[in-house]
């Protein structure tokens, strides 16, 4: 079953050691991650882009963000063609 973007968030962030490790990894605060896991912030584009790189590639942009699923889909087409 596929997890919903504040599921996956929280999934990422507890299986990478928690709020205060995972702000560190991103070198963000810990309050807007603990936004983000408690839904009163959505993750932003760049900082889902980092989180991608920073999981290598075990979390995606779309799964956080799927309104760009479309968009990353067709990219990812373009650049294999």
Known sequence: MKLNPVEKIKQVVAENGGVNKFARLLNVNHALVSNWISGRQKVS?????????????????????????????????????
Do not use: G, M, Q
Not at 48 to 70: G, Q, R, W, Y
């Open 45 to 81: 584009f760049s900082k889902a882009c980092l989180i991608e790189i920073s999981t290598n590639h075990e979390v995606l942009v779309e799964d956080l963000l799927p309104e760009f699923k479309i968009v990353i889909t067709a990219r990812k087409k373009k650049l294999t063609a």
